[in-house]
């Protein structure tokens, strides 16, 4: 159990399978200091910010890709501080396999496909893989940006899911602001992806958190074909000198894209906490 669940799953587990993080009621919570200035609750005001604009892992990624601050003795630390500070009180993402996301559209509703926003900014090409839901689809339809929306059933969201997982996309679920809340599944081509670079050009750990598994191989079953290899976007699976595919736990992400590339079904993904090198890793 990662801390983000010690702290948020309240007897369901994990933080993203509570249901409180899908309800109308926490999302639209007002604080004290709101209600004295009779202002809209923060995740309201940020996410209409967010709808107008660039959200700011996007920020942070173009103002690296600048300068590399985090390479910098010493700057390098306070940036990955400030980062990891940020992306909890804001908007971040933890990988989550298939069969996570499946439960997560159980939890949610009013499923709603947009453009991915990191793609649109890096190539200028539109692709219908962030699925939100609500609440935030309600702000989404009144911001200005005219973003096109595709509505789906649960069980289009579902086999969206589903041709996602084939197509080698990463599932990540993002928090708002405050967790468990929980807004969008995105499926990322994360070399494309402002909340993945962050983590893996940066080590901005909090930006995009790994999943509550790691991937394990069954070597006797492996028949050394290395669709696995090339399906892996972390670089956490190779071939050895046996032509038998090895997981390295450090540098696995827990997504499950390998598993679902393996014919021989030699991939399956254990948890995270109990592994003796990966249970430290987020
Ligand atoms: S987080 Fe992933 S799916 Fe979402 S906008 Fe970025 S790359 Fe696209
Ligand atoms: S896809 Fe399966 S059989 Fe092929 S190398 Fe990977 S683990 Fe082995
Ligand atoms: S080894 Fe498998 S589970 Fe781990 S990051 Fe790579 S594709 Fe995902």
């Not at 949610?108 to 496909?113: E, F, I, K, R």
């Given at each position: 159990m990662c801390k983000f669940c010690k702290m948020h799953a309240q007897g369901y587990g994990k933080w993203y399978l509570n249901p409180k993080g899908f309800s109308e009621e926490f999302f639209y919570k007002l604080s004290l200091l709101d209600r004295i200035l009779g202002r809209e609750p923060r995740k309201v005001r940020d996410a209409k910010v967010v709808s107008e604009s660039a959200w700011y892992p996007i920020r942070i990624s173009k103002m690296m890709d600048e300068v590399n601050w985090s390479s910098l003795p010493f700057v390098g630390h306070l940036v990955r501080m400030y980062g990891n500070y940020v992306a909890i009180r804001g908007h971040a993402a933890q990988v989550v396999p298939l069969e996570d996301a499946l439960k997560i559209v159980d939890l949610?509703?009013?499923?709603?496909?947009y453009p991915c926003m990191c793609k649109r900014l890096f190539k200028g090409q539109d692709e219908y893989k962030c699925l939100n839901y609500a609440p935030i689809t309600?702000?989404?339809?009144?911001?200005?940006?005219?973003?096109?929306?595709?509505?789906?059933?649960?069980?289009?969201?579902?086999?969206?899911?589903?041709e996602f997982e084939e197509k080698g996309f990463v599932h990540a679920v993002f928090w708002w602001c405050e967790m468990p809340q929980s807004i969008c599944i995105c499926n990322c081509d994360t070399k494309y992806c402002y909340a993945a670079r962050p983590r893996t050009w940066y080590g901005i750990e909090n930006a995009y958190r790994k999943s509550e598994y790691v991937s394990e191989v069954d070597i006797d079953k492996c028949i050394g074909c290395g669709e696995c290899v090339k399906r892996c976007q972390f670089g956490a699976i190779s071939l050895g000198k046996d032509e038998r595919a090895r997981v390295d736990p450090k540098l696995c992400f827990g997504c499950g894209l390998c598993r679902e590339a393996c014919v021989q079904n030699a991939i399956k993904l254990t948890d995270r906490n109990t592994h003796p090198l990966a249970r430290k890793i987020w």
């Open positions: 949610s509703h009013d499923h709603t496909l309600e702000i989404n339809r009144k911001a200005t940006r005219g973003w096109k929306e595709k509505k789906l059933s649960p069980e289009e969201a579902k086999e969206k899911l589903q």
